[in-house]
Protein backbone atom coordinates (compact mmCIF):
# COMPACT_ATOMS: atom_id res chain seq x y z
CA UNK A 1 0.00 0.00 0.00
CA UNK A 2 1.05 3.43 -0.71
CA UNK A 3 2.86 5.33 2.17
CA UNK A 4 0.34 8.03 3.44
CA UNK A 5 -2.89 5.93 2.03
CA UNK A 6 -5.35 3.94 4.33
CA UNK A 7 -8.01 1.43 3.30
CA UNK A 8 -10.77 0.97 5.29
CA UNK A 9 -12.54 -2.47 4.86
CA UNK A 10 -16.20 -3.08 6.00
CA UNK A 11 -16.39 -6.86 5.00
CA UNK A 12 -19.16 -6.87 2.48
CA UNK A 13 -19.02 -9.71 0.36
CA UNK A 14 -18.24 -8.01 -2.56
CA UNK A 15 -15.10 -5.86 -1.35
CA UNK A 16 -12.36 -8.79 -1.76
CA UNK A 17 -13.34 -10.63 -4.73
CA UNK A 18 -13.88 -6.90 -6.73
CA UNK A 19 -11.31 -5.68 -5.08
CA UNK A 20 -11.92 -2.14 -3.73
CA UNK A 21 -12.24 -0.70 -0.06
CA UNK A 22 -15.28 0.59 1.50
CA UNK A 23 -13.02 3.55 1.71
CA UNK A 24 -9.97 5.11 1.03
CA UNK A 25 -8.03 8.15 3.02
CA UNK A 26 -5.16 10.48 1.27
CA UNK A 27 -4.16 12.99 3.58
CA UNK A 28 -7.49 15.21 4.48
CA UNK A 29 -9.40 14.18 1.88
CA UNK A 30 -11.49 10.51 1.97
CA UNK A 31 -13.48 7.87 -0.90
CA UNK A 32 -16.10 6.37 0.12
CA UNK A 33 -17.04 3.86 -2.19
CA UNK A 34 -20.11 3.01 -3.85
CA UNK A 35 -22.36 1.92 -1.04
CA UNK A 36 -25.82 -0.05 -0.89
CA UNK A 37 -28.51 -1.18 2.00
CA UNK A 38 -26.56 -4.13 3.27
CA UNK A 39 -30.50 -5.44 3.82
CA UNK A 40 -31.83 -3.74 0.93
CA UNK A 41 -32.69 -7.14 -0.44
CA UNK A 42 -35.69 -6.54 1.93
CA UNK A 43 -36.88 -3.00 1.25
CA UNK A 44 -38.45 -2.29 -1.80
CA UNK A 45 -38.49 1.21 -0.56
CA UNK A 46 -35.80 3.70 -2.44
CA UNK A 47 -36.15 5.92 0.57
CA UNK A 48 -35.29 3.50 3.19
CA UNK A 49 -32.15 1.75 1.22
CA UNK A 50 -30.55 5.40 0.85
CA UNK A 51 -30.92 6.30 4.32
CA UNK A 52 -29.35 2.63 5.15
CA UNK A 53 -26.94 3.48 2.64
CA UNK A 54 -25.85 6.63 3.95
CA UNK A 55 -25.39 4.96 7.54
CA UNK A 56 -23.14 2.72 6.07
CA UNK A 57 -21.12 6.10 4.58
CA UNK A 58 -21.56 7.75 8.37
CA UNK A 59 -20.19 4.43 9.90
CA UNK A 60 -17.13 4.22 7.52
CA UNK A 61 -16.37 7.81 7.68
CA UNK A 62 -16.46 7.95 11.68
CA UNK A 63 -13.96 4.75 11.64
CA UNK A 64 -11.64 7.07 9.34
CA UNK A 65 -11.81 10.21 11.28
CA UNK A 66 -14.06 11.85 9.16
CA UNK A 67 -17.82 13.20 9.30
CA UNK A 68 -21.05 13.62 7.31
CA UNK A 69 -20.41 17.61 8.04
CA UNK A 70 -17.01 16.78 6.19
CA UNK A 71 -18.63 15.93 2.75
CA UNK A 72 -18.31 17.61 -0.03
CA UNK A 73 -19.39 15.27 -2.55
CA UNK A 74 -22.51 13.19 -3.22
CA UNK A 75 -23.14 10.74 -5.63
CA UNK A 76 -26.87 9.04 -5.73
CA UNK A 77 -27.63 6.40 -9.10
CA UNK A 78 -31.43 4.97 -8.60
CA UNK A 79 -32.98 2.52 -10.84
CA UNK A 80 -36.04 4.22 -10.73
CA UNK A 81 -36.90 7.52 -11.89
CA UNK A 82 -40.33 8.07 -9.69
CA UNK A 83 -37.42 7.12 -6.82
CA UNK A 84 -36.26 10.48 -7.57
CA UNK A 85 -37.81 12.54 -5.16
CA UNK A 86 -37.98 10.31 -2.28
CA UNK A 87 -34.14 9.51 -2.53
CA UNK A 88 -32.98 13.29 -2.64
CA UNK A 89 -35.38 14.08 -0.18
CA UNK A 90 -33.30 11.50 2.11
CA UNK A 91 -30.02 13.66 0.94
CA UNK A 92 -32.02 16.64 2.16
CA UNK A 93 -32.55 15.98 5.30
CA UNK A 94 -28.81 14.68 5.78
CA UNK A 95 -27.03 17.32 3.98
CA UNK A 96 -29.16 20.33 4.21
CA UNK A 97 -26.49 22.55 6.25
CA UNK A 98 -23.47 20.97 4.13
CA UNK A 99 -25.06 21.62 1.02
CA UNK A 100 -22.02 19.12 -0.80
CA UNK A 101 -21.75 19.10 -4.88
CA UNK A 102 -24.27 16.60 -5.32
CA UNK A 103 -25.54 14.49 -8.50
CA UNK A 104 -28.55 11.93 -8.70
CA UNK A 105 -28.68 9.56 -11.77
CA UNK A 106 -31.16 7.14 -12.79
CA UNK A 107 -29.22 4.00 -13.83
CA UNK A 108 -31.07 0.98 -15.49
CA UNK A 109 -29.98 -1.36 -13.44
CA UNK A 110 -27.75 -2.13 -10.05
CA UNK A 111 -25.68 -5.16 -9.51
CA UNK A 112 -28.23 -6.82 -7.79
CA UNK A 113 -32.03 -6.49 -9.07
CA UNK A 114 -33.41 -5.64 -5.82
CA UNK A 115 -31.06 -2.88 -5.34
CA UNK A 116 -32.59 0.69 -6.00
CA UNK A 117 -30.19 2.78 -4.51
CA UNK A 118 -26.13 3.12 -4.36
CA UNK A 119 -24.60 6.28 -2.75
CA UNK A 120 -20.97 7.47 -2.97
CA UNK A 121 -19.37 10.37 -0.79
CA UNK A 122 -16.04 12.58 -1.32
CA UNK A 123 -15.52 14.33 2.04
CA UNK A 124 -12.28 16.45 3.07
CA UNK A 125 -11.22 18.15 6.29
CA UNK A 126 -10.79 21.62 6.71
Do not use: C, N
Request: hydrophobic share 50%; no cysteine; glycine share 8%.
Amino acid sequence: MTAGRRRLGSGGRFEAPYGYSRAVVVGDSVWVAGTTDPDGLAHADAAVQARAAFAVVERALADVGFALSDAVRTRMYITRAADAHAVAAVHGELFAAIRPAATLVVVSALLEPEMLVEVELEARRG
